[in-house]
């Protein structure tokens, strides 16, 4: 069992201690607190120390206030590294450094005092207990954060460099101005507000026995702080990897481009766009590796298999960064043939994720020297893992499902051997009925999958803009049945009765009949000359130029279209008995 330690502390007591000495870690994020946090922070403790503006109200004997949890371990050097806690005591070092500037010149006994009590928590001490201006109780190694030197700079000399926005020094000066403003208005308890800050200000450090550890632990906590990502972790042995090669400031310029493309293509609903990232980029080292187990790791326990050694390599940063860049084109349309790009925008819709993990593996092993792919054999995947996904998805909803019939086909591409799933071929007549029972309800995600499906099983669909919201659409109304209901309940919700249109044009055809339809369809001009564009979905507009309605005999026959074509889709590309 892991050993903990686990000692409630005043700020005085954590900070003041002979052996403090702490390091915000490589691998950690750049500090995030900003004003708003700050001002709560000063409006909190201002509170607690002085009850209703009234000293007197508060007990200094048993009044305490909870700032939360320091996790830390102790590294190889002998420092705390800290997990978390970083925001929050970051922000209170730069509250106490402002108060120790306010008290330089006082000479009562009392704000003397407490001025060096100050000095023992922001600065390492001599055997007098003098502070040595040098050797800061706090170091930071932060490898994304480019102001990180200022805020040990702050610290040693109180100062904030001209024309600087860092939020370190935006957070000091803040905090200075507080003091000053409290100074100007109380200014006899001064030293008693620092003083409780000092004595009564309550934090727990968790001291575990390695970082792993720390970091379940922090994994449980609910706080301030920001989480730490897998990616975090994986950044720190980057760095290191790369800084003992004389080629961090190249690292950090790469990852920084790293993080911002992420963040702006991966809109992953859980984790970090960059954990999304190196979740796909798991899926092709494990194809490599030939790892059978349908198990799947979490990506920190795969990453650091042997001292995280697949880290520790040039190429595996460059893994990351084409595949990004493979991923960027995806999301922006562009590089490929227009007929791929339809099966992305299909793919897009997929009821799970599995395909992005299949796709990022096929783009690993067989990009060329441009990292560009074959078009005829990536328009043929494409079709093959969309009917495959689809398909499965009738039988065995969910991605864990779809574990063991792809993992071995993972391995395939890696090595370059042909992608079949012939053990798990679909029988005609089985899948067809599954098909037919299947209850296409608007809240299942599959009931997109297979409307966009179809849209793109026309080849004069256009392509649609990635950014285009689209919505399931009754084409006969749901209110049109409470008028006019229809003989079999279940054909409202039946695939053939659906299809997607844009979120603009469904607010405003939702409740019509077919009649009323047909204008939001195809488009229209208001009375006051502004044009309603109509649909981009192709089959809608000619359901609304060549039919006069819409009745249940259509929604049966059309249902009947959707999964015969689809049945038939997978015979096309091998998948039936």
Known sequence: MSKLNIDQKTVKDLLAGKNADFLIPDYQRPYAWGEDECATLWDDLRSFAFPDNNSEKFDPSTDEYFLGPIVTFKNDTGQQEIIDGQQRLTTILLLLRAFYDKFKNAQDSKTVNVRKMISSCIWKTDEFGDGDMEQLKIDSEVASDDDKGEFLSILKKGAVTSGSKSAYAENFLFFQGCVDKFTDEFSTYVALFATRILNNVILLPIEAESQGTALRIFSTLNDRGLPLADADIFKSQFYKHFSAEGRKDDFVARWKRLEETSGKIFRSGTGTPMDELFTRYMYYRRACLHIHDTTTQSLRDFFSTDSYRMLKDDQALVDLED???????????????????????????????????????????????????????????????????????????????????????????????????????????????????????????????????????????????????LEVEHIYARKRNQMMPLANKANLEALGNKAMLEKRINIRASDYRFLDKKKYYLGYTTDSGVVRQGTGIRELRQLAQNTQDFTESDIEERTGKIIDAFVDYLGNNGLLQ
Do not use: C
Request: proline content about 5%; aromatic content about 18%.
């Open 323 to 469: 595949l990004l860049d493979f991923w960027a084109r995806v999301d922006a349309q562009e590089g490929f043939s227009d007929r791929v790009l339809r099966r992305l925008f299909v793919l897009g819709y997929a009821p799970n994720s599995m395909w992005t993990y299949l796709l990022s593996v096929w783009f690993l092993a067989n990009q060329d020297e441009h990292h560009n792919l074959d078009e005829p054999s990536l328009y043929s995947f494409l079709n093959l893992i969309t009917a495959f996904i689809f398909a499965y998805t009738i039988e065995r909803p969910g991605v864990n499902a779809l574990r063991s019939p792809v993992y071995p086909q993972m391995e395939n591409i890696v090595d370059h051997k042909p992608v079949t799933f012939d053990s798990y071929k679909f029988d005609r007549d089985d899948i067809t009925a599954r098909f037919k029972a299947f209850a296409f309800t608007n809240q299942r995600r599959f009931t997109r999958s297979m409307l966009v499906w179809w849209a793109y099983s026309d080849d004069e669909q256009e392509l649609l803009s990635p950014d285009t919201v």
